[in-house]
């Protein structure tokens, strides 16, 4: 069964260093997401990607992040200078299609650790 | 906003007692609703879901039926396993964009 995989699974950096993680969504699918979570604390959305552009954020994406697609398969969530409360575990996803009756696949999540 | 509201937990229940962990939801519209599960080390799997009002998803003996008139989408399950110990997320999906979940239930199952 096709999945959403996600490298690399674990990621140690120091504050303000720029740390981009990477995706690659299942084949066929057009909508991108990140979303985080927080150690303990609830999934949060973070960005919708589709036509290689964003379509939406929270206000947790500031200037901070970025997105890219850069090629056909991979898609790349940047933090340019990260900050200890960046720390956290960040899932990749992807869907078919954009309606919400559509399932959204996760990875399998990078987790973040900001020294 | 829209958002969902889960039972916190953790709950700990006895190899094939009854499971039934709450979520209700907020929304505007017509949100699709959904049950995901996290397995210890693993990301997010898809449990089950329901695109509309009175739509039942089942999944691996868990279901949940969407109920509009209570605002809710309660997990349940007749018979526990151990390899049920997980973390489920109760989650909506109400404008085809970002999908609000809930805080997660930690269910341990006990031998």
């Known amino acids: 069964e096709p999945e959403v995989t996600q490298t690399p699974s674990h990621q140690v950096t120091q504050m303000g260093q720029e740390v981009i993680l990477r995706c690659v969504p299942i084949?066929?699918?057009?909508?991108f997401y990140w979303y985080r979570q927080i150690l303990g604390q609830k999934v949060e959305f973070l960005v919708s990607f589709y036509n290689n552009e964003i379509s939406e954020k929270s206000e947790i994406f500031d200037d901070q992040f970025s997105v890219e697609r850069p090629d056909g398969s991979n898609f790349t969530l940047k933090i340019r200078s990260t900050k200890l409360e960046d720390s956290a575990m960040y899932f990749c996803?992807?869907?078919?299609?954009?309606?919400?009756?559509?399932?959204?696949?996760f990875g399998p999540g990078t987790r973040l650790l900001v020294l | 906003g829209d958002s969902v509201t889960q039972m916190e937990g953790p709950v700990t229940l006895s190899e094939e007692a009854f499971l039934t962990i709450n979520c209700t939801y907020t929304a505007t519209g017509y949100p699709s609703l959904f049950w995901y599960v996290q397995y210890p080390g693993e990301g997010l799997q898809l449990l089950l879901k329901a695109t509309k009002a009175d739509d039942k998803g089942s999944n691996k003996g868990f279901e949940a039926t969407y109920r509009k008139e209570t605002t809710s989408f309660h997990l349940e399950k007749g018979s526990v396993q151990v390899s049920d110990s997980a973390v489920y997320f109760c989650?909506?999906?109400?404008?085809?964009?970002?999908?609000?979940f809930g805080a997660g239930t930690r269910l341990t199952v006990k031998p």
């Open positions: 084949s066929n699918h057009l909508y």
């Open positions: 989650a909506l999906d109400p404008n085809n964009n970002d999908m609000r």
């Open positions: 996803a992807s869907r078919l299609l954009g309606d919400r009756r559509e399932t959204q696949y």
